[in-house]
């Protein structure tokens, strides 16, 4: 059974259809799967903001100040 119930058996309406997920289901899936989505970014975020700290205060200091000093730049070209 998955995590957003895509597996989940339905009873049969009186016709012998399926008639699938209840409404409140269909309604809360796209939030449940936001809350999962955002935990995971959440995770991704204090993982590299712990890279950054062991990286600034490390030897290697210097090499993430120049980092951040670097210029970067979205060129779209010459705009006529």
């Known amino acids: 059974m998955g995590e957003n119930g895509a597996n989940r058996a339905y009873?049969?309406?009186p016709a012998g259809t399926a008639p699938g997920p209840p409404l409140i289901e269909r309604v809360l899936q796209p939030f449940a799967q936001f809350a999962h989505t955002a935990s995971s970014g959440g995770i991704v975020l204090l993982v590299?903001?712990?890279?950054a700290l062991a990286w600034a205060n490390s030897p290697w200091a210097a090499?993430?100040?120049h980092l951040w000093e670097l210029e970067i730049a979205i060129d779209a070209g010459p705009v006529a």
């Open 11 to 13: 009873p049969l309406d």
């Open 48 to 51: 590299c903001t712990a890279i």
């Open 63 to 65: 090499s993430y100040h």
